[in-house]
């Protein structure tokens, strides 16, 4: 028999199963591009503050994520501490908007900056297709899982579960 | 007449500290004027109002401001006290509320129908705001107004007053931390500060990459890397407040029904 608590908790999460996800894909945007920024730019040093002065587009582009993740990290904590204000955290749900948030910005890095804009290359002067092939996979399978997460997590099932 | 503080006499340099001695004077006399009629001025207003106007006096006069007309990144570090931390503090210290609790009703009055006017609404917008702060940036780095300004004295003045200006109006537009007339959405002042902060980071690596007239590409590169880091910084502190604006003002209320039955 569930307590009356956790069927509260059960509510609210599902009046707020949207924002337990768009908290995660803001989270998720936020950490791969801080992650990119910090470990790749600043303590490895493999690729730089500005690699190349000509693709105009790429520099917008660059500087427009940049902001969005810059934004979006402290955004979506704030979300986060609402939702745990509201008791209508969600776990699995938020792991599951990380996870296709990340994933998607890796892979748009992974093929529109760096394949097709040719922005920057993960690393240089190596031969370079191991690098892409894991940081693209790696992309994929954080999409997949997402998604799989967020459609298992609907309020449908739950719902039909109560 | 030459141009920059790098020909300016010692009684100019006098002069100059004496007008920031007088501004920090004058907000004391306000908040004592202030403190007859209502609760006690918070005393985190007095200091960022103090600290606010050391920022933009280090960038204007003394050894600072010398030495930036020759050393891009000393400018830039100039740029970052006089256009984004100094206009940052003197906002939190509410100088607009302050003014209108400091001076005689009727006065009060008319400054208040002038900031709810048109034409201030219009300026106050973050969107105007922006366009005049970074927009104006582009326009000082970008074009020979950079060079020029170090060789006329107005050009000097005209272009650091919008610096100092165009932040404090871009600061005030988005965070409500004085007297906000129009009131925006929390998004649209999101969006607005994306777009801003965006248009900040590309700049600073526009100039790492194509360094303004009269700057070695040494130094550009920098000031570039400052004004990008500095920049973020400051960002962090605009995003972080207005997120908590937004965290403030959903927070759960209990709901009607449940008021009633309390009754």
Known sequence: MKSAKTKENQSQRIRYSARNVWSGILFGLGLVGFIDEAVFHQLLHWHHFYDKSTSDIGLVSDGLFHAFSWFATIGSSFMLADLHRRHAFWLKRWIGGILLGGGAFQLYDGIIQHKWMRLHQIRYNVDIRPYDWVWNLIAVGMILVGIILIVRTQNRTLSREA | ?263
């Open chain 2, 1 to 263: 007449m030459s141009g920059g503080p790098a020909s300016w006499t010692s009684w100019e340099w006098i002069m100059g500290g004496l007008i920031f001695a007088l501004l920090i004077l004058l907000y004391m006399v306000a908040a004592a004027i202030s403190n007859r009629n209502y609760r006690n001025w918070p005393l985190h207003r007095y200091v960022c109002w103090v600290v606010g106007m050391l920022c933009i006096g280090l960038s204007l006069i003394g050894p600072l401001a010398r030495l930036s007309t020759t050393n891009f990144m000393i400018h830039m570090l100039g740029h970052l006290l006089l256009g984004m931390l100094g206009p940052l503090l003197i906002a939190f210290s509410a100088p607009m509320t302050l003014l209108l609790r400091s001076t005689p009703v009727p006065l009060a009055r008319r400054i208040t129908r002038l900031l709810k006017s048109k034409p201030a609404q219009i300026v106050a917008h973050p969107a105007a705001a922006t366009l005049l702060n970074i927009g104006g940036l582009w326009v000082l780095y970008t074009t020979g107004l950079f060079m020029a300004m170090h060789h006329s004295l107005l050009l000097y003045i005209v272009v650091h007053f919008h610096v100092f200006a165009a932040g404090y109006l871009f600061t005030v537009s988005l965070l409500y931390v004085d007297v906000a007339p129009h009131r925006l959405s929390f998004q649209t002042r999101a969006i607005i500060l994306m777009i801003a902060m965006a248009g900040h980071g590309i700049l600073s690596k526009y100039i790492y990459a194509y360094p303004p007239d009269g700057a070695s590409s040494e130094q550009a590169e920098l000031g570039g890397m400052l004004m990008y880091y500095g920049g973020d910084a400051i960002d962090l502190f605009l995003v972080y407040w207005l997120c908590m604006q937004w965290y403030k003002s959903v927070r759960p209320r209990p709901a009607a029904s449940m008021l009633q039955t309390l009754d």
